[in-house]
C-alpha cells in the first residue's frame, strides 16, 4: 500500500506557466484535499472533494483549479503561475483522520 | 478563522513535560492534532470528536472542551523523536469534513 502519493516532488515554473500537481490514494477513502504550506502560515485548504464527482473552494482557491478524476485520484492545477504560488503543496486524504502525501515543493520565478 | 495555538514555540530537556493549546472562536465537532518533522508531510496523532470519542497513540494524550471550543495536547516524558511542529486542526459543526489549521507550535526536544 503506497498510501497517498504525489508527483512530482520538486518543480519550477517561470510566471506565466501552467502545471498539473497529481494526486492519488489507494486507501479507497472518499474525501480528497489540496493545501499549500507557507513559512508561519500552517496549512491552508486550497480546494477538496467529500466524494467522487465533487470538488469544492477552500480558504484559498484563486489561480487554482481542481478535477476529481476518479475514487483514487485529486489533482491541482495553475493556469498561470505566480511567484506567490511558490510554496509546499500537500495533498491529503481522509475517513475521520486526514493522511498526507509527501508533498510538491513549487517555485515560480 | 484559522484557530489559535499557544504557544508559538517551546524548547524542552529529554523527560520534560509539555502543553500545547489551540483555541477556536467557531463552535467544533473535532480537533486533529499533527506532527510535522522539517522536511516532511505532517503526521496524524490524535483526533476528538465532540461527544468524547478520541482515538490517537498510546503515549500522547489530549483534551477537548466543547463548551470552551479549546484543545490541548500533554506530551509527558519527552524525547528527542517528539521534535518537530504540531498543528491543530478543528472541524467545525457545519463543515466537519473540512478542517482548518492553526500555525503550529515548534517544539524542540534537547538531550
Known amino acids: 500500500n503506497a498510501g497517498v502519493t504525489q508527483t512530482p516532488k520538486f518543480q519550477v515554473l517561470k510566471t506565466g506557466q501552467s502545471m498539473t500537481l497529481q494526486c492519488a490514494q489507494d486507501?479507497?477513502?472518499?474525501?480528497m484535499y489540496w493545501y499549500r504550506q507557507d513559512p508561519g502560515m500552517g496549512l491552508r485548504l486550497i480546494y477538496y472533494s467529500a466524494s467522487e464527482g465533487t470538488t469544492d473552494k477552500g480558504e484559498v482557491p484563486n489561480g487554482y483549479n481542481v478535477s476529481r478524476l476518479n475514487k483514487r485520484e485529486f489533482s491541482l492545477r495553475l493556469e498561470s503561475a505566480a511567484p506567490s504560488q511558490t510554496s509546499v503543496y500537500f495533498c491529503?486524504?481522509?475517513?475521520?483522520?486526514?493522511?498526507f502525501g509527501p508533498g510538491t515543493r513549487l517555485t515560480v520565478l | 478563522q484559522q484557530p489559535v495555538q499557544s504557544p508559538q514555540a517551546v524548547i524542552l530537556r529529554e523527560g520534560e513535560d509539555a502543553v500545547i493549546n489551540c483555541s477556536s472562536s467557531?463552535?467544533?465537532?473535532?480537533v486533529h492534532w499533527y506532527r510535522q518533522k522539517h522536511g516532511e508531510a505532517p503526521v496524524f496523532l490524535m483526533i476528538l470528536l465532540k461527544g468524547g470519542e478520541q482515538k490517537g497513540h498510546e503515549k500522547i494524550s489530549a483534551s477537548f472542551n466543547e463548551k470552551k471550543q479549546q484543545s490541548s495536547l500533554y506530551l509527558t516524558a519527552s524525547q528527542l523523536s517528539y521534535s518537530g511542529t504540531y498543528f491543530c486542526g478543528t472541524g467545525a459543526l457545519d463543515s466537519n469534513y473540512k478542517l482548518t489549521f492553526g500555525k503550529g507550535t515548534l517544539l524542540t526536544v534537547n538531550p
Open positions: 491529503a486524504t481522509a475517513f475521520k483522520e486526514q493522511f
Open positions: 486507501m479507497n477513502h472518499n474525501s
Open positions: 467557531k463552535a467544533l465537532y473535532s
